[in-house]
C-alpha cells in the first residue's frame, strides 16, 4: 500500500482538468456524441472532482488509522446533504478552473450543478444538521466518521393536486451516485430473530449466545466529505441491506430456487426507504429493524478496527472511541455495544458497562411527547431477544440505583423505568439512551433547560453533571458562501474574506450599518437576490412576486407546532382589509409557504390544501394582488433553501413557546439578513439576544405564560372578543376558500376554537398581528430596515456550526482542536 503523506495531488490547472473531463467523459462513461451530454457531463465533472478527493482522503485516513487516535462516530438515520457538486468545487477552491474547463464543451457550471439530484436522507432539520456537522467536522480537521443508511428512496417528492399533497417515490440513486465508493470488503453480519442460548465455557462461566438467527449483511458505501481548503476529506459510511446466500442453498436443494432469490427483496426491505416522520414516530416493525442495523453494522465495524490495532485489549476503548448519537433512533448501540463486547469478546458485565457508559454521548432534539420513542417489549423481543434481555439487566441494576439514592420511592422508580409498565409494556428509547451515556444535551439553551425541569428532571436530579447544551448552527459554506455569492462578495469587498473560515469576522460589519453608501449595496444585492427565486416562483407555483415586495417566508416541515396556520390567519387578515379598502400603513408583500407534511399526517395535509386555496383567491382578485401574493412552493429541500433564504426579507419562526427545540431554517436566514419575526423559543432568544430587541420582531406567549393563561383564557372567546380573528373566522366558516368542497377545512376550525388547543394559535393572533403591523412600519423606513438587516449578518456568526462543533469537541468528544 502506497504510504505516502505528501500531497501531490492532481493538478486543478485548467489543461489537466479539461483532460479529465475529456476523459471521464469519454472512457469511464463511454459518451461519444456531445449532443447528448445533459446528466453524464454532470457525472463526468463529479469524478473529476472525486479524482482530487481521493488522494487528500486516503491520508486523512491514513493518519487516523495507523495508530491509535481518539475518533467519534456520529451515529444518524438521517443525513439530509443535498447537492455536493458545488460544495466540494467550493471546498477544495476549484470554481474557476472547473468554469474554465467546462467552456471547452460549451457548457455553463450552473446549468450542470442543476442536474445533480438531491440527496434526500432525512426529513427536516435533524437530518439537515447531521449534514452541517460533517461539513463543519471535517472544516474543523477532526477525525470524525458520520455513520447513516443508504436509503434506495429519500424523502419523497411532493406535487398538489388540486392544492392537495401527492407524494412521489424519491428514487435518487438512478443514472447511479458518482460521490459513493461501495466497499463489500468492509461488510457486516446483522443478525435478527432466534433466541438466546445459555451455554458453560471452557473455563466454566456461564454465557449467552444469540442462536437460530437470520441475518442480512451490511455493506458500506463511503461518501467523501470534503473540509474547507484545508486538504481534509472525512468519511460519511452509509449501509445498505444485503441478502445472505445462505439460506438461497437449502431452498436451491428444495427446488425452489427462484423463489429463493426471490427472497433476497425481504433483506433489502431494511434500507428501501426513509420514514418521512418528522417529530412523530409511527412505531413499525420495519423502523426498528432499519435502527438496529444501523446500530449495529457501525459497532461491528468500529470494533473490528479496534481489534486489528488491539487485539482482544478493550481497556482502553472508552479512551479512544467515543459514540454520538442523534436523537434516540440509534440508541440501541447502548444495548448492542453490551452485546458485542460481553457475547462476543467475552468481557464482563460491570467492565463492559463502565466501557459503554463512558463512551456514548446522546442529543435529544424534542420536547413534544409524540416525538419520544418508545417500542413495545412484544415487539422488540420477537426481533432483538438478546437485546431485550440486555436491555432487562441495564434496567434491573439502574432501577436498584435509584432506589439506594431514594430508598422507598417506588413511585420515582417506575416513572425512571426503561421499561414502561401497563397493558402493554414498551421500551422508552430516551431513557435507555440517558442511562447509557455519560453525555445528555439539548440543542438550544431554552430546550436543554426545559428538559432538566421537565422531560428529564428525575435524571437530571440523579445525575446532573450529564446534562448539557450545545446550540444548534449551520455550516457557512453552504448557507452562505455558496448560496449567497452576491453577499460574498459584498462582504469580501467590505471586511476582507476572513469570514468564511472565522465567521466572527463578520462582526466587523457592525460599523458600517449606518453608512447609507453600504447600505445601498447591501439593498442592491438583496433585490439581486429575489430574481433567482421570483422565477422558481414563477416556473413552480404560477404567481408573480414583485421584486418590490417584501419578502415573508416560512418554509419548514408542516407541522401544527410550527403554526404555518397562523400564518395563513395573518394572510386571510390582509386579505380581509385590503378587499375592505383598508390598505393604511400596508407595504406589498409576497409571502412564500414550503414544506412537506408527513403522509399519515392529515391535519398537517389540511393546512397545505388551505394555503393552496387561500392562494388561488388571494391571487385572482385583482384589488388584491397589488398589496399581496401568496404561493406554496412545492417540494421544499436543501436545493430550494439554497435559493430561498438570500431573497428573503422576513423569516417566520412562529412555533408555539416550548415546542421548537431549536431550528435551523431562523439561522439560515439570518446569516442571509432576513429579519425574524418569531415566539421566544428555541434558537430564537439566542438570535434576539445576539442582534437586539431593534432589530426582531418578537411575539407571542412566553412558555411560562401558557399553563395559566390556558386556564384563564378560552378561544372561542378570544375570537368572540378580537373584531380582526372574528373576521377571519368567518370567512374560513361561511366557505370563503372551499366553495365548491363545502366543509373541507372544518378540522382546522374546530383546532382553533378547541379550547384545549395546545397550539396557541387562537392566543397568540393579536399579538402576531401586531408585530407584523411593526414589520410593514419598519420595511417602509428602508434605511432603518437595511441597518437591521446588516445587523443580523453581523450576528449570525455564533450561529455556524463550527461554533457548535467546537463545542461538542471541547466539552463531549473531549477532541483536540
Ligand atoms: C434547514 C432546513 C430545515 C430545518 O428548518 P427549521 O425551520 O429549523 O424547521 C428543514 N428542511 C430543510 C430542507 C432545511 O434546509
Redesign the pocket.
Known amino acids: 500500500m502506497d504510504d505516502k503523506e505528501n500531497l501531490p495531488i492532481l493538478s486543478n490547472s485548467v489543461e489537466q482538468v479539461t483532460a479529465d473531463l475529456h476523459r471521464h467523459y469519454n472512457f469511464t462513461l463511454g459518451r461519444f456524441d456531445s449532443d447528448d451530454m445533459n446528466g453524464y457531463m454532470m457525472t463526468a465533472l463529479a469524478l473529476t472532482i472525486r479524482d482530487r478527493l481521493m488522494d487528500r482522503w486516503r491520508i486523512t485516513k491514513l493518519r487516523g488509522s495507523r495508530h491509535n487516535v481518539r475518533k467519534v462516530m456520529y451515529l444518524s438515520l438521517e443525513f ?1 446533504l ?1 447537492r455536493s457538486l458545488s460544495n466540494a468545487i467550493l471546498n477544495l477552491d476549484m470554481e474557476e478552473s472547473i468554469r474554465g474547463a467546462l467552456a471547452d464543451f460549451g457548457s455553463k457550471l450552473e446549468e450542470i450543478e442543476s442536474d445533480e439530484k438531491d440527496a434526500g436522507l432525512g ?3 435533524l437530518g ?1 444538521l447531521a449534514a452541517c456537522f460533517m461539513d463543519s467536522c471535517a472544516t474543523l480537521g477532526l477525525p470524525v466518521i458520520g455513520y447513516g443508511i443508504r436509503y434506495e428512496y429519500g424523502m419523497f417528492h411532493q406535487s398538489f393536486q388540486e392544492g392537495r399533497q401527492v407524494e412521489q417515490p424519491d428514487h435518487w440513486l438512478i443514472g447511479g451516485n458518482p460521490w459513493e465508493i461501495e466497499r463489500p470488503g468492509h461488510t457486516r453480519r446483522v443478525r435478527f430473530y432466534g433466541k438466546t442460548e445459555y451455554y458453560n465455557n471452557d473455563s466454566g462461566r456461564l454465557c449467552a449466545r444469540w442462536i437460530n438467527t437470520q441475518d442480512v449483511l451490511a455493506v458500506p458505501y463511503d461518501m467523501p466529505i470534503p473540509g474547507y481548503k484545508n486538504d481534509k476529506v472525512n468519511t460519511l459510511r452509509l449501509w445498505k441491506a444485503a441478502a445472505t446466500d445462505e439460506f438461497n442453498l437449502q431452498e436451491f436443494n428444495a427446488g425452489d430456487y427462484a423463489d429463493a432469490v426471490a427472497e433476497k427483496n425481504l433483506a433489502e426491505q431494511i434500507t428501501m426507504v426513509l420514514y418521512p416522520n418528522d417529530s412523530s414516530e409511527n412505531g413499525k416493525e420495519l423502523r426498528l429493524r432499519q435502527q438496529y442495523f444501523l446500530a449495529s453494522a457501525s459497532l461491528q465495524d468500529v470494533i473490528a478496527d479496534w481489534v486489528m490495532l488491539n487485539g482482544e485489549e478493550f481497556n482502553d476503548f472508552d479512551q479512544f472511541n467515543c459514540f454520538q448519537l442523534n436523537d434516540t433512533h440509534p440508541t440501541l448501540a447502548v444495548a448492542e455495544l453490551m452485546r458485542l463486547l460481553i457475547d462476543d469478546h467475552g468481557i464482563g458485565w460491570d467492565e463492559a458497562w463502565r466501557i459503554t457508559t463512558r463512551t456514548m454521548a446522546y442529543t435529544n432534539h424534542t420536547l413534544l411527547p409524540e416525538a419520544l420513542e418508545k417500542w413495545p417489549v412484544r415487539l422488540f423481543r420477537e426481533l432483538l431477544p438478546r437485546l431485550l434481555d440486555i436491555v432487562f439487566e441495564i434496567n434491573a441494576r439502574f432501577i436498584a440505583e435509584v432506589a439506594h439514592r431514594w430508598p422507598g420511592d417506588t413511585q420515582r422508580q417506575q416513572r425512571m423505568s426503561i421499561i414502561e409498565e401497563g397493558d402493554e409494556q414498551y421500551v422508552r428509547m430516551a431513557y435507555l439512551a440517558i442511562v447509557g451515556s455519560f453525555s445528555v444535551n439539548g440543542v438550544a439553551a431554552l430546550h436543554s433547560q426545559l428538559l432538566t425541569t421537565g422531560l428529564f428532571k428525575d435524571f437530571y436530579e440523579l445525575w446532573p453533571d450529564k446534562f448539557n447544551n450545545k446550540t444548534n448552527g ?1 455550516t457557512p459554506r453552504r448557507w452562505l458562501s455558496h448560496c449567497n455569492p452576491n453577499l460574498g462578495s459584498l462582504l469580501n469587498e467590505a471586511i476582507g474574506d476572513g469570514w468564511r473560515t472565522d465567521l466572527t469576522e463578520l462582526e466587523k460589519l457592525r460599523p458600517l450599518a449606518d453608512d447609507t453608501e453600504f447600505q445601498k449595496r447591501w439593498f442592491d444585492v438583496k433585490q439581486r437576490n429575489k430574481l433567482p427565486l421570483i422565477e422558481r416562483v414563477k416556473d413552480k407555483c404560477r404567481v408573480d412576486f414583485s421584486v418590490d415586495s417584501l419578502f415573508d417566508v416560512q ?3 408542516i407541522h401544527e407546532y ?1 403554526r404555518q396556520l397562523l400564518n395563513i390567519l395573518h394572510v386571510i387578515h390582509l386579505y380581509d382589509r385590503i378587499t375592505r379598502g383598508d390598505t393604511e400603513g400596508l407595504v406589498p408583500r409576497s409571502v412564500l409557504l414550503g ?1 412537506k407534511a408527513a403522509p399519515g399526517y392529515a391535519l398537517a395535509k389540511l393546512i397545505i390544501k388551505l394555503a393552496n386555496n387561500v392562494a388561488t383567491v388571494v391571487n385572482s382578485d385583482e384589488t388584491v394582488s397589488p398589496w399581496l401574493k401568496l404561493a406554496f412552493l412545492p417540494n ?3 436545493t ?2 439554497e435559493v430561498i433564504c438570500p431573497g428573503t426579507d422576513l423569516s417566520e ?1 412562529i412555533s408555539t413557546a416550548g415546542k ?1 427545540a ?5 439561522m ?1 436566514f439570518m446569516m442571509n439578513g432576513a429579519l425574524t419575526i418569531g415566539t421566544y423559543d428555541g434558537a430564537n432568544i439566542e438570535i434576539l439576544d445576539a442582534v437586539g430587541a431593534d432589530n426582531f420582531f418578537l411575539f407571542g406567549l412566553r412558555v411560562e405564560d401558557i399553563p395559566s393563561f390556558r386556564m384563564q383564557h378560552d378561544a372561542n372567546a378570544i375570537i368572540a372578543e378580537d373584531h380582526d380573528l372574528n373576521r377571519v373566522m368567518q370567512l374560513l366558516e361561511c366557505g370563503h376558500f372551499n366553495m365548491f368542497e363545502p366543509g373541507i377545512f372544518d378540522p382546522i376550525i374546530q383546532t382553533v376554537r378547541n379550547p384545549q388547543d395546545q397550539w396557541m394559535v387562537a392566543a397568540d393572533f393579536r399579538s402576531f398581528i401586531d408585530a407584523q403591523q411593526d414589520v410593514n412600519v419598519a420595511y417602509k423606513n428602508r434605511s432603518r430596515w437595511v441597518r437591521s438587516s446588516i445587523l443580523n449578518t453581523a450576528a449570525s456568526a455564533q450561529f455556524s456550526s463550527d461554533r457548535t462543533i467546537a463545542e461538542y469537541a471541547r466539552d463531549i468528544w473531549k477532541l483536540p482542536l
Not at 431549536?662 to 431562523?666: A, I
Request: a positive charge; aromatic letters at 4%.
Open positions: 439530509l443535498g426529513n427536516g432539520g439537515r449551520v418554509v419548514k416541515r410550527k414544506g421544499y429541500r436543501v430550494s433553501m419562526q421548537e431549536s431550528g435551523t431554517g431562523n439560515k
